[in-house]
């Protein structure tokens, strides 16, 4: 439909296949828009209705499955050039009138949330699912123009990469029947792995060991929290996308995360045009101009004690937070959208947190203190990436693991990447999903993934 729709070779016969949005007219003459899910554009069909029996007609109510041929002619419509004059019409599915449950235009995301299976039907959900394709696209032509290779990290794995204690167990043991030794801990040697498994929260440290041989790698996948965190930004499945960079120091994993996503909301501008103006026109009358914002200004960049300062600057003039701000406390989203969206007015990365509030792996800083870690805030969204340098020093990152409870017999493997030819390297994570929400302008994380995974919610 999206090569049909530009052809201008009038009087040729086309066949189209598609799902019926919309049919009106008059006794005379039917027009009804077939869409087929190329292109947020449907094709105009022209029904005769005299040359069609009324048992085919009958059936041809919105949600109907056809195959059209026909003739393709300039349309004398507005909005589209070419149209279609129909010859024949074949029902390929009907969808019962009585039962379809998208009749009308204007449902609510929250209603078609619960149609999770019929909603990529819906103009908002092509659109935003074709975005997500070409963002996918554009992550991978990204990385594979800079000479980066993807590097494909496991699922199922032995260790907790944040240290968060949020992984999904993965178990064949039979849960109506747990064997547990003396002390009453379950005894995993008869599980599939002989251990105790989990799905990822990240493959950044697979990742690493990637970059510590490759060079430069990415990994591209599905990554899985049981964080019970129900807001418009968390999911328990989201995808991730991790850089890893050997040689790389703060500066210059800082500069990669700002290129990146720029090239990514470029790459929108440039491949979705259709998409992004149908739902700046829906949702968001401010989506173009905002993303042509973040591509013309850099970034701001400063530590996370200055952030703090003006956080708490802001306070002490009248701003009121939810949650207190402190040197220590880790930021909450409302504290990272004030200085993003009223202090700074643009894209901030902040860096050098306190050691407490982030991982065991980063690069510890000479004041004991703090880590150079950095976070990506970005309007409307809040966090969108998480990165730092990391620390390559075996002995400060063992004791750093053990000083926060990281099992390090669980991670000898990743240890030795430090007793074997360690080396400075950084990299960052980019939460995919919060990627599409600031390029499409959606509101909710739920509405950018098709089967969105959810505290209490896994249907489809
Ligand atoms: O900041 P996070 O936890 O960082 C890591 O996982 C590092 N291992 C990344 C690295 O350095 N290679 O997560 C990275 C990003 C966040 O900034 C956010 O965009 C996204 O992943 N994210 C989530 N997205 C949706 N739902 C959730 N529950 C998310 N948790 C993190
Ligand atoms: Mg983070």
């Not at 149209?83 to 599915?93: D, F, N, Q, T």
């Amino acid at each position: 439909m999206v090569d049909l729709l530009k052809r201008t070779d009038f009087g040729a016969s086309v066949n189209v296949k598609g799902w019926v949005r919309t049919r009106r007219g008059n006794k005379q003459v039917n027009f009804i828009a077939l869409n087929d899910g190329s292109t947020i554009k449907s094709v105009q069909v022209v029904v005769d209705l005299a040359q069609f029996s009324e048992d085919v007609l009958k059936l041809v109510t919105t949600g109907a499955c056809l195959s059209v041929n026909g003739l393709l002619v300039e349309s004398p419509g507005q909005g589209q050039q070419a149209e279609i004059h129909a010859k024949e019409i074949e029902i390929l599915g009907a969808a019962d009138p009585a039962t379809y449950p998208l009749q009308k235009k204007g449902h609510t995301l929250e209603y078609l949330r619960e149609i999770a299976h019929l909603r990529p039907r819906t103009n908002t959900f092509g659109a935003v699912f074709r975005i997500r394709h070409h963002m996918s696209m554009a992550i991978h032509t990204f990385f594979h123009e800079r000479g980066f290779f993807y590097f494909h990290t496991p699922i199922i794995t032995a260790s907790d990469c944040e240290g968060a204690g949020q992984m999904f167990q993965v178990t064949t043991l039979n849960l109506y029947d747990l064997k547990k030794d003396d002390q009453g801990s379950i005894d995993y040697s008869n599980d599939f792995y002989g251990r105790q498994a989990s799905l990822t929260v990240s493959g950044q440290l697979e990742g690493e060991l990637g970059a510590m041989a490759l060079g430069s790698i990415y990994t591209f996948g599905p990554t899985f929290r049981a964080e019970n965190s129900n807001t418009p930004r968390h999911l328990s499945e989201f995808w991730m996308i991790e850089p890893e960079v050997a040689f790389n120091e703060i500066e210059e994993n800082m500069q990669l995360a700002e290129d990146f996503i720029k090239y990514c909301v470029q790459w929108a501008l440039d491949h979705c045009k259709d998409d992004l103006d149908f739902l700046a026109s829906m949702y968001d009358k401010e989506l173009i101009e905002r993303l042509n914002f973040v591509l013309a200004n850099d970034f701001v960049r400063l530590t996370y004690t200055e952030g703090v300062s003006i956080l708490e600057e802001a306070v002490k003039n009248g701003q009121s937070f939810e949650y207190p701000v402190f040197w220590g406390a880790d930021l909450a989203a409302e504290h990272e959208r004030y200085l993003v969206e009223k202090h700074f007015k643009r894209p901030v990365i902040l860096t050098d947190y306190p050691k407490e509030i982030k991982s065991f792996y980063m690069k510890q800083n000479d004041d004991g203190k703090t880590v150079r870690g950095m976070d990506v805030l970005f309007p409307k969204i809040g966090e969108i990436i998480g990165g730092s340098q990391r620390e390559e020093d075996l002995e400060k990152l063992t004791r750093r693991a053990e000083e926060m409870g990281v099992p390090t017999k669980d991670i000898w493997w990743y240890l030795e990447t430090r007793k074997f030819g360690t080396a400075p390297h950084s990299g960052f994570g980019l939460g995919f999903e919060r990627l599409i929400l600031f390029v499409t302008g959606m509101a909710n994380i739920r509405d950018v993934i098709p089967f969105p995974r959810t505290p209490r919610n896994a249907d489809f």
